[in-house]
């Protein structure tokens, strides 16, 4: 009751404080609270709206934590509706706290500037303080959340704030929720994988354990956990001798295997990489920001290959391949690249002449080459303390191996190749009997059980969360520093940042006694070495642990043993080969687990019927089609099921992101329809349907929400059209396919088709959304950190260790001056603007199935891609592979041009897929 009387009492204040706006400022300590409603003006709507720049500022530097919330006119009838991003709102209110008991100028920019004074008053008693903190604490967690469904990296930043701020004030942290809730169980055994693939969940769950004292910081006492007993993989040895690659007898079995036979092969799949900014997700969506991994591990390692390797890279070398015993190469990961030459001397020299000029390039990072002794063999060491260069060069017989992991090359140069090695393996000999060395793979993948199990070693699970640790704390410094100094504490101590609340008390106590130091300017892990490039996992000797560490071990492996006690190798083979003259190439895929233990995987596999050849085929203008056999819950039916895409045409304008009535909108638009046979099935089972399931004499069923229902020659079929229904149904039948599956899939070319403004459309509604947010985290590292506004976006990328860049291909940058400065994207008000989704530029079509069983799980697609022919070049004759080129190349007078491709032709009929 006093709060709400406290909050009267607000409401009577701000009636009368400020002029030009509804205005209350209540003065305390250690922070007074603020509250301002100022009115939009037609200038600030738009796209600068959609993108919260707004921003609070005030003549002394006294204003911190601002929260802004939009208002608008039945904002929650217009939320509800889908519409509240594309309404301008009218009003905005700002929540911030403040410092002092002096008259506060202030401007707020929305972005227009207003400008305007308010005097702070003290509470006429204590209650109304209380409550006006706790409304601004509850507004500042409402737009954290707004922004994580903006969000397109993790939420870093975020949750150091509310962490630190509760902490220093004394707050409760706001209910959790579902989604939430997850996140905090993502070290739990069961997700695992998550902490495996340092997913952003996971290192947001770190922040907060950090923030608040619950992360494993007590010394390492105890000895590492034993390891996981797993169950022996049954793989017999075949009868007759099975033909492998001389390459597979040099690999250490716990580490992944990369073939690509020739040196070309892997060219093609770098240059892909480099095209989509060294991110291979690029090409499937317009994503906001760019990592770069394929350039970070060159440079490591440092291969960065010439164009002239497209010449004659494959007269000097045999075979070569990536090998790894993991893939955290945005961390730092444990990797190399293995080379079978044909010339040794040339390769060997070509690879020694980069060596020295990256030293000389690198010698201002303390960069050294050096040669050192592992196991008794001279290997060439090229290392920077920051880890930014760590490349072991060691060779064996035709074998050149150059990696990042000490750990590997000590493999490599002890390996007993005969009986050893990975392809001494039963299961390895196996795979090369499913998916034979005669096909001519463009790339061959392989990782075999001893990897898995390794990334599940108390080594790999210890180390994972001490470098996340390290890379949190460093993360920590950061901010910490930044938020302190915005405060008016310069120069602060670490101590002195733990003391005044700016980082948790537990900051800088590791189990390993590694900690941040600060080099040049440049914050790094004493231990590991700069983000990015931190010490490779393999490489750190985990030699004890401390008792929360063990215990979250015991867990992991009680959980594999009762629950997941087999790793399934996985093998994959892809052909990539000329499709036509225009610039179309084909990739046919065949990917394959086995041995594979059904049992382990639950209910997905209980569901799921067998293989068989039967399928729903196709309609005449079905552009797309997933389909899939499962048994029926209580007779044990085989039941078909499936999707299907007509290619008609959409009204676009009915599609929008956002809103229960948008999304109703856009599946009643989207010209698609559910298809089951036979019937009943799972569709009649839905309960509204079955309710009003009697049909009419040609079998039509009118159903809420705009929805029909057809049975028709056995089969059950939904749509929003009835008209797709009347032509569909019809043609819907049974056929046979020569390949047994349980789950297909079927996608024609869209890049001109009538669905395609679909396509594009919900792309660039995603990559708008992406633009948008990024400016978003701009705008917000300054306004709750202080970082001045121009610098905020390379305070950010410096901070999560990523180049932020438009999805909608323009280019950020500031307009605007003092106050009223802000981010924008050149791409923006620019809604006519021609725009093509990423997947649409190449991709030209799919055909995938998959089948589980007799001890496997087999994948095959085939993928249609269009890539842009390269020129017909010439190039000076060099053996310069992996350098910036030498001498006689500077000389040149024209630029080198790259030679044709000779791509591969089809397989032959009835040659293996």
Request: with cysteine; hydrophobic share 40%; glycine share 6%.
């Amino acid at each position: 009751m006093r709060i709400w009387i406290a909050l009267i009492g607000i409401c009577a204040i701000s009636l009368s404080v400020a002029e030009g706006a509804d205005a209350v400022a209540i003065s305390g300590q250690p922070f007074g609270v603020g509250q301002i409603t100022v009115s939009l003006q037609k200038a600030d709507f738009g796209d600068p709206v959609d993108s919260n720049s707004f921003a609070i500022h005030e003549t002394d530097n006294r204003i911190f934590y601002p929260a802004f919330e939009k208002q608008r006119v039945l904002g929650f009838l217009q939320k509800l509706a889908g519409i509240d991003e594309v309404t301008p709102p009218q009003r905005l209110t700002v929540y911030f706290l403040f410092t002092g008991t002096e008259p506060l100028d202030i401007t707020i920019s929305t972005p227009t500037p207003q400008r305007f004074r308010m005097t702070p008053t003290p509470p006429p008693h204590d209650s109304m303080l209380t409550a006006m903190e706790m409304l601004w604490w509850r507004k500042y967690h409402d737009a954290i959340r707004d922004q994580k469904d903006w969000a397109n990296y993790p939420m870093v930043m975020e949750t150091y704030l509310t962490g630190m701020l509760s902490r220093r004030l004394g707050l409760p942290m706001p209910p959790l929720t579902r989604n939430e809730m997850q996140d905090q169980d993502a070290f739990s055994p069961e997700q695992s994988v998550f902490v495996l693939l340092n997913s952003d969940k996971v290192r947001a769950a770190e922040m907060r354990s950090v923030m608040t004292d619950q992360s494993m910081t007590a010394p390492a006492d105890l000895p590492v956990p034993r390891p996981i007993n797993w169950s022996d993989i049954i793989a017999p040895r075949p009868a007759a001798e099975v033909p492998i690659e001389a390459m597979a007898k040099a690999v250490p079995p716990e580490c992944f295997y990369v073939r690509f036979g020739k040196l070309s092969n892997y060219l093609w799949l770098n240059k892909l990489m480099d095209e989509n900014g060294g991110d291979l997700g690029m090409m499937i969506s317009n994503r906001g920001v760019k990592i770069g991994l394929n350039e970070v591990v060159q440079k490591q390692l440092a291969l960065k290959q010439s164009e002239l390797a497209e010449l004659f890279g494959d007269t000097v070398v045999a075979d070569v391949a990536m090998i790894g015993r993991d893939a955290y190469t945005r961390e730092g990961a444990a990797i190399g690249m293995l080379f079978q030459a044909k010339a040794n001397d040339l390769l060997a020299n070509d690879i020694n002449k980069n060596r020295r000029e990256s030293l000389r390039l690198n010698k201002k990072l303390g960069a050294k080459l050096e040669t050192i002794t592992i196991a008794g063999q001279e290997v060439s060491a090229l290392t920077t303390p920051d880890n930014q260069l760590r490349s072991f060069y060691a060779r064996r017989g035709d074998f050149h191996l150059v990696t990042s992991s000490r750990a590997i090359a000590e493999r490599f140069v002890t390996l007993n190749q005969e009986t050893d090695s990975l392809g001494a393996t039963a299961e390895f000999l196996q795979a090369r009997t499913l998916l034979p060395l005669s096909r001519e793979d463009t790339i061959f993948c392989y990782m075999s059980s001893q990897f898995f199990q390794g990334l599940y070693s108390p080594q790999y699970r210890v180390e994972l969360r001490r470098r996340l640790r390290a890379t949190t704390e460093i993360e920590l410094l950061k901010m910490a520093r930044a938020a302190a100094q915005n405060e008016g504490h310069v120069n602060f101590t670490d101590e002195e940042l733990i003391g005044k609340g700016f980082l948790p008390t537990s900051f800088g106590h590791r189990p390993d006694g590694s900690h941040v130091v600060e080099v040049d300017g440049v914050l790094r892990d004493s231990l590991r070495g700069a983000p990015g490039n931190f010490l490779p996992i393999a490489d750190v000797d985990v030699t004890s642990v401390n008792l929360a560490e063990a215990r979250d071990y015991e867990r992991v492996r009680e959980f594999h043993v009762s629950h997941w006690s087999q790793m399934d190798p996985f093998m994959a083979g892809i052909y990539r080969f000329k499709l036509d003259d225009k610039g179309t190439e084909r990739l046919t895929i065949d990917a394959r687990m086995t041995p594979f233990v059904e049992q382990k995987y639950g209910m997905l596999t209980e569901r799921l019927g067998p293989p068989i050849n039967r399928q729903i085929a196709p309609t005449a203008r079905d552009v797309a089609m997933v389909q899939f056999v499962l048994r029926g819950e209580y007779d044990n039916q085989l039941y078909h099921y499936a999707v299907g895409l007509q290619d008609v045409p959409f009204p676009i304008e009915s599609y929008a992101s956002g809103g229960i009535l948008n999304t109703l909108r856009m599946m009643q638009a989207t010209p698609g329809y559910l298809t089951a046979w036979p019937k009943p099935g799972l569709i009649d089972r839905i309960p509204v349907i079955g309710a009003m399931a009697a049909p009419d004499q040609y079998g039509y069923s009118k159903l809420p929400l705009g929805l029909w229902r057809r049975e028709y020659n056995g089969f059950s079929t939904l749509s929003f059209h009835s008209d797709i229904l009347q032509h569909v149904t019809p043609q819907l039948a049974l056929s046979e396919d020569e390949h047994p599956a349980q789950a297909r899939i079927h996608i024609g070319d869209i890049s001109d088709a009538q669905v395609t403004p679909l396509a594009n459309a919900m792309a660039k509604s995603w990559a708008k959304k992406g633009s948008l947010g990024n400016v978003r985290l701009f705008e917000a590292v300054s306004a709750q950190l202080g970082v001045p506004i121009e610098k905020s976006k390379a305070f950010a990328e410096d901070l999560l260790a990523v180049e932020f860049v438009c999805p909608l291909d323009g280019k950020y940058e500031t307009v605007g001056e003092g106050a009223a400065e802000r981010w924008i994207s050149t791409a923006w008000g620019k809604e006519n603007a021609e725009f093509e989704a990423n997947f649409l530029k190449w991709f030209r079509g799919l055909n995938a199935r998959m089948s589980m069983g007799d001890g496997q799980v087999v994948l095959n697609a085939e993928i249609d891609m269009w890539r842009e022919k390269p020129e017909p070049t010439l190039k000076l004759p060099t053996f310069n592979f992996f350098g910036s080129g030498s001498s006689k190349l500077k000389e040149e007078k024209k630029p080198a041009k790259k030679p044709a491709e000779e791509l591969p032709k089809p397989k032959a009929e009835g040659q293996e897929f």
